[in-house]
Nanobody, 125 residues
Framework: QLQASGGGLVQAGGSLRLSCAAS????????MGWFCQAPGKEREFVAH????????IYAGSVKGRFTISRDNAKNTVYLQMNSLKPEDTAVYYC????????????????????WGQGTEVTVSS
């Protein structure tokens, strides 16, 4: 089970930190990703982190503003979101990447095999 939290309402330029806690799984065995889905749009890739946390990948729209990290001792992956913009408004989802669909690119939903329920982020202008 993946439980995302930390969403809320924030003004443009503000910050939020999202958390995604995993239970019932060997968290350190999995790469992890964050996606977002804005109203009326398809779900989009935000960031990916490897098992050890040693490598990260970001969507161009968030690079330099968002930081993905993880604490394997706490079975949790984080998304630090700074300099938020109204266009960041979306429901944010975390997902596991067990490597089963390794042929799929990082930015594709098809690479990810288990999804959390999402946490809503609203950025006001």
């Amino acid at each position: 089970q993946l439980q995302a939290s930390g969403g809320g309402l924030v003004q443009a330029g503000g910050s939020l930190r999202l958390s995604c806690a995993a239970s019932g799984r060997t968290f350190s065995n999995y790469n992890m990703g964050w996606f977002c889905q804005a109203p009326g749009k398809e779900r989009e890739f935000v960031a990916h982190i490897t098992r050890s946390g040693g490598n990260t990948i970001y969507a161009g729209s968030v690079k330099g503003r968002f930081t993905i990290s993880r604490d394997n001792a706490k079975n949790t992956v984080y998304l630090q979101m700074n300099s938020l913009k109204p266009e960041d408004t979306a429901v944010y989802y975390c997902a596991t990447d067990q490597g089963i669909y390794y042929s799929q690119p990082y930015y594709s939903e098809r690479r990810y095999d288990f999804w959390g329920q999402g946490t809503e982020v609203t950025v006001s202008s």
